[in-house]
């Protein structure tokens, strides 16, 4: 790994926002997920949580760059999904047409804050809208009534991270991921065949140096290079 490569994903995981995330309940169409998934890695996501339907329950469709560097948590049923995001002090929103319903820009987002995007076809689940905190909308003012999915995550986001920016939540000194999240990530993005390797063999994976090369002894060596 270059040492241009290595102080890019040192920053990229200073700015991650762990406590600001999506939960996809049922978005069937693996383009959605994927446009989804680049965005919250765009706007600093570290993970979102999803509910897949029956007949896509991996996401090997979506794009494989942007799923490199979000990590996305299945849940069997939403409502595990939102007890999970509620145990870790998240306000749970989501998106959805109701008398009280509230613009989403009038959400703080500096809380820590999970939203729901529901089906394309059948919206949020009546479990998902009764669990959740607050309903918020995207208001419109022409003749259609919806945005595609991927479409209203990149407008929540973005606002979220507009608001963010603003309090300096982006600008840290310290990356808020646990050190060894750090150095997984570190050492996957930086070395992924070595990687790949060391998780077939179950070997650990050995320390960085300050230039983003591995420091291991000769014995973690030899047990890579065995057949």
């Known amino acids: 790994m270059n040492l241009e490569?290595?102080?890019?994903?040192?920053?990229?995981l200073k700015s991650r926002q762990t406590d600001l995330t999506l939960c996809l309940e049922e978005v069937h169409k693996p383009n959605n997920v994927s446009a989804v998934i680049r965005t919250a890695d765009a706007t600093g996501i570290h993970k979102v949580h999803a509910v897949w339907p029956n007949e896509m329950r991996t996401l090997s469709h979506t794009s494989a760059g942007a799923r490199n560097w979000v990590e996305v948590d299945t849940h069997d049923t939403i409502g595990d999904a939102i007890g999970e995001l509620k145990s870790q002090g998240m306000q749970v929103l989501v998106t959805n047409l109701s008398d009280t319903a509230v613009d989403f820009r009038e959400i703080d987002y500096t809380k820590p804050t999970a939203i729901i995007?529901?089906?394309?076809?059948?919206?949020?689940?009546?479990?998902a809208l009764e669990m959740a905190d607050q309903d918020i909308i995207i208001p419109m003012i022409g003749m259609v009534q919806s945005l595609n999915v991927s479409v209203a995550s990149a407008v929540l986001l973005y606002e979220a991270q507009r608001q963010r920016e603003m309090a300096g939540m982006y600008q840290r000194e310290k990356s808020a991921l646990p050190e060894e999240t750090i150095h997984r990530i570190l050492f996957e993005r930086g070395?992924?065949?070595?990687a790949k390797v060391a998780k077939r063999k179950k070997l650990p994976y050995?320390?960085?140096?300050?230039?983003?090369?591995?420091?291991?002894?000769?014995?973690?060596?030899?047990?890579?290079?065995?057949?």
Do not use: C, F
């Open 206 to 227: 050995p320390p960085l140096d300050d230039q983003g090369q591995i420091v291991a002894e000769e014995a973690w060596w030899k047990e890579m290079q065995k057949a």
């Open 191 to 194: 070395h992924p065949v070595l």
């Open 5 to 12: 490569r290595y102080q890019r994903i040192q920053q990229v």
């Open 117 to 127: 995007l529901g089906n394309e076809k059948t919206g949020a689940s009546k479990q």
